[in-house]
Structures are given as C-alpha cells and as structure tokens.
T-cell receptor
Framework: GAVVSQHPSWVICKSGTSVKIECRSL??????MFWYRQFPKQSLMLMAT?????????EQGVEKDKFLINHASLTLSTLTVTSAHPEDSSFYIC???????????FGPGTRLTVL | AQSVTQLDSQVPVFEEAPVELRCNYS??????LFWYVQYPNQGLQLLLK??????LVKGINGFEAEFNKSQTSFHLRKPSVHISDTAEYFC???????????FGKGTKLSVIP
C-alpha cells in the first residue's frame, strides 16, 4: 500500500521558536497533501490543504502566518509552526492524496510539545 | 457538504466476540466512504473504502463494511475480534470526485480478554 512518512515523529521546543515538520509520500506522487491537528481523545481537524506549486488553502480559524505550508515537490510538503507557544502543542498528522486510488494515505503523526 | 455521525464513542467487546461499529453520513451528492484505524500515538491506517461497485467491502485485518444508500450507513463489522483490534476507529466521507475528507468523531473499540 501507499506509504506516507513524517519527520520528526516527536519534537520538544521552547516557546518562541519555530518548528518544521516534513511529510513525504514515498511511493506515489501527491499533488495534494493535507495537514491535520488532533487534540487528545478527539477527531482530526483539517488545518489546510497543500497543493504542489501553489499556495495552501487554510481552513477558517487557522492562522496562515503561524502555520506556514510549503509543497515544493510532488512528494514533499512541510508545515512550519512559527513562534510556537504552549497552546500549539498537539499531534499533527499529514496525509497525501493518491489520485489514482481516490484515497488519502496518512503519515504516522508528529507530537509537538512547546515548553 | 457532507457530515458523518459515529453513534458510539466507546464500544467494549470481549475477545473473539463479533463487533459492529456504526457510521451514518449525510450528503447531497454521491459519496466515497472510508474507515480508518488509529492505534495510540500513531497516524491513521486505511482499513477499507467504498468508491463504487459491490456494496459489501472487505478490508484488512478481517474487517468488512456494507454501504447502504437508503439508510445512509456504512457500518464496520468483524466476526471475531482480537486484543490487537483495540484502537480508535474513524469513519470518513468525501463527495465523489472530491478529495477533502470529513471525519466522524471516532469510536474507541476496547477488546476485553
């Protein structure tokens, strides 16, 4: 099956620093990737849709200047949490859309802890 | 727009017993339906999906689901669960031809030895 990787799997940072999370589709090309946030014991909340070669589309209430998304190639999208604060601590999950199977495949997630 | 309702937030079941996790959806257009499983501190793994064709869909780990258009349901079933099936299960829907998923709130399946 299609594989999506995320790096790092967990990160701890100080308040005010920036953190970059990578999402890669390993065995297929993905013109569209998605970034989700998941709070404890809750479902996934879509943050933004990342399109290769163009600007990301952010969901209502998500600050685009705080959560920078870059989708520079057909296999890589990055999410940068800028000037992170403790309230940004969460589990971030990416997915990549395989247009040949009409299916989103998910990465293993990144646990961000901001101290 | 689509919406998904997972009627049970938690389902405890004894090992080797059958289980059904319920999912209902609403949509004004044709839909694609998915079930994903999430183990603790991990991402989501695709269990099965319905895009078209046979309404009975078989997935990994012995799970299956049936698409019922008249009842707008896509319930997930397994005839005999294992301890390793303990996880969170998410039902998701997208409009046919679209790619943005709408998730249910999840059902936590706990298998009791």
């Amino acid at each position: 099956g299609a594989v999506v990787s995320q790096h790092p799997s967990w990160v701890i940072c100080k308040s005010g620093t920036s953190v970059k999370i990578e999402c890669r589709s390993l065995d297929f090309q993905a013109t569209t990737m998605f970034w989700y946030r998941q709070f404890p014991k809750q479902s996934l909340m879509l943050m933004a849709t990342s399109n290769e070669g163009s600007k990301a589309t952010y969901e209502q209430g998500v600050e685009k200047d705080k959560f920078l998304i870059n989708h520079a190639s057909l296999t890589l999208s990055t999410l940068t949490v800028t000037s992170a604060h403790p309230e940004d601590s969460s589990f971030y999950i990416c997915s990549a859309f395989d247009r040949y199977t009409d299916t989103q495949y998910f990465g293993p997630g990144t646990r961000l802890t901001v101290l | 727009a689509q919406s998904v309702t997972q009627l049970d937030s938690q389902v405890p079941v004894f090992e080797e017993a059958p289980v059904e996790l319920r999912c209902n959806y609403s949509s004004s257009v044709s839909v694609y339906l998915f079930w994903y499983v999430q183990y603790p501190n991990q991402g989501l793994q695709l269990l099965l999906k319905y895009l078209s064709g046979s309404t009975l869909v078989k997935g990994i780990n012995g799970f299956e689901a049936e698409f019922n258009k008249s009842q707008t349901s896509f319930h997930l079933r397994k005839p005999s669960v294992h301890i390793s099936d303990t996880a969170e299960y998410f039902c998701a829907v997208t409009g046919a031809g679209s790619y943005q998923l709408t998730f249910g709130k999840g059902t936590k399946l706990s298998v009791i030895p």
